[in-house]
Every structure is written in C-alpha cells, then in structure tokens.
C-alpha cells in the first residue's frame, strides 16, 4: 500500500500529464464539498488546464462568496454536451455518492479519488484518502503544496471554509494540531475567520429557523434517554419554504442533549425513503451504523438512505443503534 506522501505525488502527476477534467463532488454539496471543488477548479485554473465543476443539488447560498461558485454547474438546472475522460472527486464516501454526475464520465474515464471519510472504498484510478484528515480541504492544502503555485486569499479563503465547517468551527475531535497549523497560514494570507464563521455557522435564514421549529416539535427520546431523535416532513419543508441547506445543524439539537450517545435526523424523501443523518458522542461509530444501510461518513458524524416510510424506518435505525450501544 502506498504511502500518503506516494499518493501525494502520483495524483500530482495525474493534474500535470492530463487536460480537459470533471470535477465533481457528492450529491447535496456541503462546505467541504464546495470548497474542495473550488479549490481544485483554482488550482486547475492555474496550470492552465480546461476543466468543468459539476453537482447534482445547488451549492449553499451561503457559500456564493467563494472563488467562481457561480460556474459549479447544479445538474438539476441543466445538462453538460458532452463525456469527460478525466474525472477528480473530491469528498464522495464511495462511487454513487457522486450521484447523477456520473452519467457525464465516459466508460474508461480516468478517475482520482480525492477523500477522508474512512469508509471510502478505494474507487479510482488514482486515490489520495487520508481517513484522518479532518476535511477534503486538509487533503488539498497538501497537494496545493506540492505544486509551484502562488497561493492568494480566494485559494486560502476555500481551504479555510472546508476546515471551519467540517471541524464545527474548530470544536470537533478532528481539529488537529496540524488543522490549526494550517488556519494559521490561512489567517495570515488574510482570511477573515471571524466573519466566515458568522456566516456559515451563527447566521440563520427565517426558513432554517421555522423548520428548525417543526423538527424540534417532533423530539423523541429512547426510555434510556440514551437517543434522541427529530424529523422533517416534505410538508414541513414546503410551509417553511425551506431548502436542504436549511436543515444543516438540526441533527446536533438531539444529539446535544445530556445524556444521549446518538442523536438523529429523519428527513422523510418520499413515501419509500428516508433519509438520516447521525451523530453520536463517541460510544457508538455512526459510520459502521449508517453502513448498514448503505451510507457511510465517519465515526461521530454520518448519514444514510433507508428505504422504506418514516414509520419504518425509525424503529429500523433504532434498533442497529441499540445493537451497537
């Protein structure tokens, strides 16, 4: 197996002796996904390579101030004229999660596989994975290091959004000494910390407070007192004019309640899906739980689809949690 340093080197080699690249990220992009694209798409821009940014789902609002957010094409609004034979992913736990974008690879692409989440499978005719990187963003600050570009605050300002927002603001287990290595060189070359954090993690739309609201009104605890868990409505959605950035943060209101191990969010697709994301406080490896049911992420924050309806689904997830606790 080869070293991270190897992996480093040979995904340079891929940028440097290839033209014309894809880059995507998973379906429902968040901040790390954002980012890690655009910093590709930068890094890219500046050896002169055509590439195109693609997504299923739009990018948050919230991030529209990042380096050409505009060009990330969302497939829902449209698709690209053609197949591309170079793809680089960027943050997708496994292959499907790159969603509907596939249909634009062409049958022998040539594939990097850009990751952290421990549970990447390895697709990929170039893989650069390291599961304790506390974000994609940390992976590319890395190999942005490896190449003779000259760094300036739109590069800096993407890295920094990926790590603020897959570390919570720097409060989660993953902000290393390294990831505060990194905001330090980040800050210097003249980040605004203070305001990126106000906008990505205190800033709230009306709607992400009403459907905050309704999620709330549905809290349940095991008798335990051990899980805790919400869920959203398709109808919930609509009346709040709610969008799915908007339910970003409500899955650590159950889970930070004292006491409880896993908190989970439900957030109902249609009649045979759900979709749940998990978090727990360090007992059980939510990223093993949501494998169950095909998903995947790491181990205290994860998330998956479960066939099936809500009133299915629940006891279903609930009871792969009791197994694990």
């Known amino acids: 197996m080869q070293s991270y340093e190897q992996s480093l080197q040979q995904t340079r080699k891929f940028l440097l002796e290839h033209d014309d690249y894809l880059v995507v990220s998973h379906v429902q992009p968040d901040g790390d996904a954002v980012s890690s694209t655009l910093a590709v798409g930068w890094l890219l821009s500046c050896l002169g390579k055509k590439y195109t940014m693609l997504n299923e789902g739009p990018i948050p609002k919230r991030m529209e101030y990042l380096w050409h957010a505009d ?3 969302n497939l829902g609004e449209g698709d690209l004229p053609r197949k591309y034979s170079n793809v680089i992913c960027v943050d997708c736990a496994d292959f499907q999660r790159v969603g509907l974008t596939q249909r634009f690879f062409a049958q022998d692409a040539l594939i990097a596989n850009i990751d952290h989440h421990p549970t990447n499978n390895g697709y990929g005719f170039v893989t650069l994975i390291k599961p304790d990187a506390a974000a994609t963003a940390e992976i590319l600050f890395d190999l942005l290091k490896t190449f003779e570009v000259e760094w300036d605050i739109d590069i800096a300002t993407a890295i920094y959004t990926g790590l603020l927002t897959d570390t919570g603001g720097f409060r989660y287990t993953n902000t290393s000494p390294k990831v505060m290595a990194a905001v330090s060189e980040l800050l210097a070359l003249g980040v605004n ?15 992400q407070v009403k459907v905050l609201n309704r999620a709330l009104n ?23 004019n709610a969008a799915n950035e908007d339910l970003e943060g409500i899955v650590n209101y159950p889970r930070n309640i004292r006491g409880v191990e896993v908190g989970m969010l439900f957030k109902v697709i249609d009649e045979t899906a759900v979709k749940v994301s998990l978090r727990s406080a360090g007992k059980v490896d939510v990223a093993a739980l949501a494998q169950v049911f095909g998903g995947g992420g790491h181990t205290r924050a994860a998330g998956a689809r479960v066939e099936g309806t809500l009133e299915q689904a629940i006891p279903r997830v609930l009871e792969e949690v009791r197994r694990l606790l």
């Open 193 to 207: 910390g203070p305001e990126l954090a106000e906008t990505l993690l205190e800033e709230m739309t009306l709607a």
């Open 218 to 240: 549905t809290l349940q605890l095991t008798p335990q007192g051990d899980v805790a868990w919400v869920y959203v409505t398709p109808q919930d959605m609509l009346e709040c």
């Open 71 to 73: 060009e990330i094409v």
